[in-house]
């Protein structure tokens, strides 16, 4: 369902997404959660039908769609499974974007293009064992030498972190004497192949399994000095612009799992009989049933109206974190009442209530906790401080 009028595009990247899900990615998805893996070929698949460059324009080789379309796709993919969802967001939204809007015509060429084709996988590197909703405190470290960079940390909770082509990090480039805050980090084009790039702690998590969650070390990682994104001492902006609209991307990834949950519920509902009747009979389920169903449609037409807003050029800071804390909280909402619906079926991986569950409960989490983005809102409504 979408309340907001589609155009023939939109329906048909949400038709193609939805087959492409059906086929390729719902059939897998529970043993891709239970092993803890996501193929990579998927990954490639994905990139061949253009999901991996929706947002970039063609003169980049991406398919040059609406926010509205992107969007549509990546519900239809999450509501298949959140992991192939998050890998699709992150590319699409953060490392794509920031070389597309901060990059030069030569990182455009090297990188953007063969992102835009699904050739390399982005990761985005902000977060660190101590910084993360504080995000301007991070320390990993860039010093220049000469016509390099060489950058020492470690970086956490790196999306598809191992098996990334192309990772932008961010590093602080002011001095440990003078620490200029968050005018003191830049972002930087890393690739595994460089010495000193090495893979750390895959993270066990509690949901979205099959997608890798790792720590990043870089150990005297040098970079020529054209791998540094536009200018020095802006990286942190570039990384908050980027999950302005990463922040909409992940809203449709909590809404695709809580429309899965929905309809799982609803069939379920229709099915499991009880004092010789359908569940779906009872008042208290239909009262669970409706309320779900309403969150489900006010967090997506608010989301579909921001990314409209977004392609009218307008700034959507405060409705992106919006989108964002709404959808989130409604797929918790939603799939909290769908293992309850389904009862003790809810509590067993036999049934997929407790994947949606579980996977709910990171899109609370990431691209800003539902705290950060009432900071961003109120200080929005505050006046933009
Ligand atoms: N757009 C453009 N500029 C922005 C901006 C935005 N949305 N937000 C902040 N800025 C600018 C500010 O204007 C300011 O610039 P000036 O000094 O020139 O005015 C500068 O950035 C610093 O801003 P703040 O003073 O507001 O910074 P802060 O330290 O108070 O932090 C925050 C603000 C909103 C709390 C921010 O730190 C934040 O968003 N934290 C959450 C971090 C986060 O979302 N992490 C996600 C990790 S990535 C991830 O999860 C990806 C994944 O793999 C799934």
Known sequence: MSLTPLTEVQREIRSLARTFAADAIAPHAARWDREACFPVAVARQMGALGFLGMLIPEEFDGLGLDTTSYLLALEEISAADASAAVLMSVHNSLPTQMLLHFGSDEQRDHYLKPMARGELLGAFALSEPESGSDASSLTCQAIREGDEWVISGTKSWVTSGSFADVIMVMARTDSPDARRGSKGISAFIVTPDRPGFHVGKKEDKMGLRASPTVQLNFDGLRLPSRN??????????????????????????????????????????????????????????????????????????????????KDRGESITMYGSMCKLLASETAMFVTTEAVQIFGGYGYVKEYPAEKYFRDAKITEIYEGTSEIQRVVIARELYGGK
């Not at 449709?252 to 929905?262: D, K």
């Not at 009872?282 to 921001?306: N, Y």
């Open 228 to 309: 540094l994104l536009g200018e020095e001492g802006q990286g942190f902006v570039y990384a908050m612009r980027s999950l302005d609209n990463g922040r909409l991307g992940i809203a449709a990834q909590a809404l695709g799992i809580a429309r899965a949950a929905l309809d799982a519920s609803l069939a379920y509902a229709a099915e499991r009989r009880q004092f010789k009747q359908a569940i779906r009979e009872f008042q208290a389920i239909q009262f669970k049933l409706a309320d779900m169903a309403s969150r489900i449609e006010s967090a997506r037409a608010l989301l579909h109206a921001t990314a409209a807003a």
